[in-house]
Nanobody
């Protein structure tokens, strides 16, 4: 069984920074793409940032230049460095990964709350 566990969320003032972490554990052979999604109240879940196994990245337009996704393959972990946070970044942030374990499957973390006050 594969689990994704996020950490690092919290309350921060506008203009501040947070760093989210997501560690994958279990009988993992390899991890393909890893990503962060977010869902604000009353809105659909949206892709924030994605990183491939080859370290190619893409970002939502709303976070370009402010957020940086990275990964540590030795630790099966991905990070999301969030700078210059805005109130509209407030959401539950979810980690996502495509993992080769018993097969090739998509996994989600439980989510971590990020709240940005104005």
């Amino acid at each position: 069984q594969v689990q994704l566990v996020e950490s690092g969320g919290g309350l921060v003032q506008a203009g501040g920074s947070l760093r989210l972490s997501c560690a994958a554990s279990g009988s993992i052979f390899s991890i393909n793409a890893m990503a962060w999604y977010r869902q604000a109240p009353g809105k659909q879940r949206e892709l924030v940032a994605r990183i491939t196994s080859g370290d190619s990245t893409n970002y939502a337009d709303s976070v370009k230049g402010r957020f940086t996704i990275s990964r540590d393959n030795a630790k099966n972990t991905t990070y999301l460095q969030m700078n210059s946070l805005k109130p509209e970044d407030t959401a539950v942030y979810y980690c996502n990964a495509w993992v080769v374990a018993n097969g090739f499957e998509e996994y989600w973390g439980q989510g971590t709350q990020v709240t940005v006050s104005s």
